[in-house]
T-cell receptor, first 117, second 112 residues
């Protein structure tokens, strides 16, 4: 049971480049989320999904795009990288909030450290 | 909008002390509250999960309490050790789209 797997672990991009951060989970979780973590700002929600084909914006969605074609995968796309997107990105997943299942917590991936120069 | 605050932002204690980390949240309509540990440059490790109907949870030297009506949770660490040095994050799961809202963390340093 691998849990939540994020790739790559490290990435350096030039301003204006695009890339996709990968996230996969093998726990059949309905909910998946992307967060970014910046010093002094805590973890902020970028986008989230409550199931395959359903996504919505979080607190800081600008410059990012997501899709959820399968239950397992939730990729995060940077459309045109900017230095302000230098951050550590975490993917997380959880069961949906049906009685009983909501008592399970979120599981996090190990993160992707992205630098935009 | 749910807001989560953690106090103190940083804490330095000698080994062996018992300590309390505080977390407060503004909206009591939550599914649960989760405490995480994060080591420098690493990911988040879940420590304790408290359901909204529970008052506390224990795991080894850790005890977390929840007072939903007052919007507060505490993480109690008994007999602290240098290996406990890390950042501790509190997060609440809201009852809407069940997003996880984080505090900014307490950075703990336990010196030998």
């Amino acid at each position: 049971n691998a849990g939540v797997t994020q790739t790559p672990k490290f990435q350096v991009l030039k301003t204006g480049q695009s890339m996709t951060l990968q996230c996969a989970q093998d726990m059949n979780h309905e909910y998946m989320s992307w967060y970014r973590q910046d010093p002094g700002m805590g973890l902020r929600l970028i986008h989230y999904s409550v199931g395959a084909g359903i996504t919505d914006q979080g607190e800081v969605p600008n410059g990012y795009n997501v899709s959820r074609s399968t239950t397992e995968d939730f990729p995060l796309r940077l459309l045109s990288a900017a230095p302000s997107q230098t951050s550590v990105y975490f993917c997380a997943s959880s069961y949906a909030g049906i009685t009983g299942q909501a008592n399970f917590g979120y599981t996090f991936g190990s993160g992707t450290r992205l630098t935009v120069v | 909008k749910q807001e989560v605050t953690q106090i103190p932002a940083a804490l330095s204690v000698p080994e062996g002390e018992n300590l309390v980390l505080n977390c407060s949240f503004t909206d009591s309509a939550i599914y649960n509250l989760q405490w995480f540990r994060q080591d420098p440059g690493k990911g988040l490790t879940s420590l304790l999960l408290i359901q909204s109907s529970q008052r506390e949870q224990t795991s080894g030297r850790l005890n977390a309490s929840l007072d939903k009506s007052s919007g507060r949770s505490t993480l109690y660490i008994a007999a602290s050790q240098p290996g406990d040095s890390a950042t501790y994050l509190c997060a609440v799961r809201d009852t809407g789209f069940q997003k996880l809202v984080f505090g900014t963390g307490t950075r703990l340093l336990v010196s030998p």
